[in-house]
């Protein structure tokens, strides 16, 4: 029995960019460079990368979004349907 995976590896991840991929199993991301690992056949989905202002300890998020990294901004995968794109 073996268990095949899909890896995606992506460098220079900025806001706005557009990226396919399942969210919910390992995502690392470091020095903008994101990986995710996860179940080749996964449903997936297309997120938007976006950024998120920190305000009064507090930051509001879409329904659905991953947060990739939190310091006075948050980096997170909003799903471009909640993003305002997709079909």
Known sequence: ?????????????????RLTLNADHRLT??????????????DETEYVVALFPVEDGAVELPDGAVVLEATDTV?????????????
């Open 1 to 17: 029995m073996s268990n095949d995976f899909t890896v995606k590896n992506r460098q220079n991840v900025d806001a706005f960019d």
């Open 29 to 42: 991301f470091e020095d903008g460079t994101l990986t995710a690992v996860y179940p080749a056949g996964a």
């Open 75 to 87: 980096v997170a995968l909003t799903p471009a349907t909640a993003y305002g794109g997709g079909e």
